[in-house]
């Protein structure tokens, strides 16, 4: 059990791929608070981490709400009696040009992509310091390192969260507290579903050298390597988990 008694708190947890991390963390000994706006979903998903013998609680966690946030890390103290991990999973993807983008629709995606990385790592910090360290994992995307020319927004958001890691990084290593980034390729869940359509999304094969898209589970294992201690000596580094596009 490479996270046993190890205490996580995952955002976006409720469904794709922050609920795959959220499950594969408790089959690996971790207690997960799962923190999403969709309570329904998030809670099937602590549910059945539970009847699987796993232990989790479901918080509602708006990213972008500091007293969320605040709620989430008393729960995880409450509950554990400390944090060691944080994934920074939440987000959200609109596709808009330049041109089409709004200053609403600016300000929304960069509230919850990048504003809401900002506010779950001031809320753990103070007890990852108590506990000695942690590791944090932001999830970025392939849009930080490769362009397509419909996402304004969501581009500049991931591109932020990349090189916001690395300043992480440097700034709390002296606590021994990690930051490391992952950049998922296609992965099949309902982000790109709604977004895209199935037909256009089956498109992406093309591009991809494995030959298919990723799935949630091929992810949380990344993430789960970071958040380890198999990754003790790992920080401010980019893992991108995208089927080999970046090669191309
Ligand atoms: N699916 C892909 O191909 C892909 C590719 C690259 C990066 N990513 C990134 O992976 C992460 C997970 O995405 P996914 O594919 O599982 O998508 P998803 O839409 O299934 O999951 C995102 C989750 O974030 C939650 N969320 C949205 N706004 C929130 C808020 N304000 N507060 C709390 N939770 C909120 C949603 O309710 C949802 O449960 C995201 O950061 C996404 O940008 C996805």
């Given at each position: 059990m490479k996270l046993k008694g190890k205490v996580a708190i995952i955002t976006g947890g409720a469904r794709g791929q922050g609920a795959a991390e959220a499950e594969l963390f408790a089959q690996e000994g971790a207690s997960v608070i799962i923190g999403d706006i969709l309570d329904d979903e998030g809670k099937k998903v602590e549910q059945k981490i539970i009847d699987e013998g796993g232990s989790?609680?479901?918080?509602?966690?708006?990213?972008?709400?500091?007293?969320?946030?605040?709620?989430?890390?008393?729960?995880?103290?409450?509950?554990?009696?400390?944090?060691?991990?944080?994934?920074?999973?939440?987000?959200?993807?609109?596709?808009?040009?330049?041109?089409?983008t709004t200053k609403e629709e600016w300000d929304r995606v960069m509230d919850i992509n990048m504003w809401g990385i900002v506010l779950g790592t001031k809320a753990v910090l103070p007890e990852m310091r108590k506990a000695g360290g942690g590791s944090i994992v932001n999830i970025s995307s392939l849009s930080a390192m490769i362009a397509q020319p419909w996402a304004a927004a969501y581009h500049?958001?991931?591109?932020?969260?990349?090189?916001?890691?690395?300043?992480?990084?440097?700034?709390?290593?002296?606590?021994?507290?990690?930051?490391?980034?992952?950049?998922?390729?296609?992965?099949?869940?309902?982000?790109?579903?709604?977004?895209?359509?199935?037909?256009?999304?089956?498109?992406?094969?093309?591009?991809?050298?494995?030959?298919?898209?990723?799935?949630?589970?091929?992810?949380?294992?990344?993430?789960?390597?970071?958040?380890?201690?198999?990754?003790?000596?790992?920080?401010?580094?980019?893992?991108?988990?995208?089927?080999?596009?970046?090669?191309?």
């Open positions: 989790a609680n479901y918080v509602r966690l708006d990213v972008r709400n500091d007293k969320d946030w605040d709620k989430a890390v008393k729960l995880a103290v409450k509950k554990y009696g400390k944090v060691d991990i944080l994934v920074n999973n939440a987000a959200i993807l609109t596709l808009s040009t330049i041109e089409q500049a958001s991931k591109g932020a969260v990349r090189i916001h890691t690395k300043e992480a990084a440097l700034e709390f290593a002296t606590d021994n507290i990690r930051v490391n980034s992952v950049h998922p390729g296609a992965i099949d869940t309902d982000m790109i579903r709604d977004a895209y359509g199935i037909e256009r999304v089956s498109k992406y094969l093309e591009i991809i050298p494995l030959g298919r898209m990723g799935q949630s589970e091929d992810v949380a294992k990344g993430v789960l390597f970071l958040a380890s201690d198999d990754s003790s000596y790992i920080t401010g580094i980019e893992l991108p988990i995208d089927g080999g596009i970046l090669i191309k």
